[in-house]
């Protein structure tokens, strides 16, 4: 049986020795298994490539898988998921964030049979910034009830899948990838695991508020098409309100003789009107840009360095 982990890593050479001695150390413990590290290295601009070359000399199970530039971590994760070839496939941080030392709980719940996957998710969000919680609770609240990607709040990306399910992710070939979206959509029986929080090891988080802000805007507009369907009610509702108005004057000066006053409102309303139109305009544009960016259909992600034989390009 053949398990492989699946570790993104970009600007990571503070947390990286101390995650591979922890992996280490866990397979150790499970001699029954046999293990593959493939180490996506996202175009680090420090000495996370030269650890990860470091690393593979002496320890045949690590396999690297180097990006010409930064790519982001979804394509690093996707580089990972069509090289892997293990039984079982786990994604996980290189930051000790998703702890290794959960793998042998994972792998027995999977042993067990009834399960695909095993996935993770904080018990609390304690320790993270108000409004951050706010924003995100908000966030998955909202894209449960508009797309059926069925997300989980305070999912992690950790998780330990058979091979299937790997195979289904593949195959989900799309450019503007969600994990947490495309991991809900693929389906397949899953565990939830939950644990205490744990704080990155070394080094800096990647994602700063604004980057998680649009990150979450792309889940909804990946997994969801509600935002059109709001443009178009709204359209709807507006030539209803314009209609009953427009009847409303007509009878006021026909019938009371009354003239027209007040063009302030009419500018308000003028702006009010305008102002929607381009929000609508930029949700369908949001759409348009997501389709212009499939059908060009680059490649996900540019391999520069391996000492994989035959890496998979996708
Ligand atoms: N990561 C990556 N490419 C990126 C950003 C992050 O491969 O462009 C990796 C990073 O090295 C780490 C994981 O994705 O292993 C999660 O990143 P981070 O810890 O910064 O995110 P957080 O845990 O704060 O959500
Ligand atoms: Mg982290």
Redesign the pocket.
Do not use: F, H, L, M
């Given at each position: 049986m053949k398990i492989s982990l699946i570790?993104?890593?970009?600007?990571?050479e503070k947390a990286l020795p101390l995650f591979y001695e922890e992996v280490k150390r866990v397979s150790g413990e499970m001699s029954d298994y046999e293990f593959e590290m493939l180490f996506?290295d996202?175009g680090s601009k420090d000495g996370t490539l030269s650890l990860l070359q470091e690393f593979a000399k002496n320890d045949e199970r690590v396999k690297y898988i180097a990006f010409s530039r930064?790519f982001?971590?979804e394509a690093?994760m996707y580089a990972g998921f069509c090289n892997a070839t293990g039984d079982y496939t786990a994604v996980m941080?290189?930051?000790m964030?998703d702890p290794p030392s959960l793998l042998p709980e994972m792998v027995k719940i999977l042993n067990e049979g009834e399960y695909d996957s095993v996935a993770t998710r904080r018990k609390t969000r304690k320790g993270e910034p108000k409004i951050r919680s706010f924003f995100a609770k908000m966030f998955y609240k909202i894209m449960n009830k508009i797309s059926d990607a069925n997300i989980v709040d305070g999912a992690r990306d950790f998780r330990l899948m058979k091979r299937d399910m790997v195979e289904a992710i593949v195959n989900m070939c799309e450019s503007n990838r969600f994990s947490k979206g495309i991991f809900g959509w693929v389906g397949f029986k899953t565990y939830w695991l939950s644990y205490e929080n744990v704080e990155?090891v070394a080094g800096e988080?990647?994602?700063s508020f604004w980057r998680l802000f649009k990150y979450s805007l792309d889940g909804i507009t990946n997994f969801s098409s509600t935002p059109l369907k709001l443009a178009s009610v709204s359209g709807f509702f507006f030539t209803f309100v314009a209609l009953i108005m427009l009847i409303f004057v007509f009878v006021r000066a026909l019938i009371f003789n009354d003239p027209v006053q007040g063009w302030p409102s009419l500018v308000c309303i003028i702006l009010f009107i305008g102002g929607i139109q381009l929000f609508c305009i930029g949700i369908i544009g949001q759409y348009i840009s997501k389709m212009y960016i499939e059908t060009k259909k680059r490649p996900h992600y540019i391999v520069a360095k391996t000492n994989k034989e035959d890496v998979v390009k996708k």
């Open positions: 570790v993104p890593c970009y600007n990571e996506i996202d930064n982001g971590k690093a941080d290189a930051d964030q990155r988080s990647k994602w």
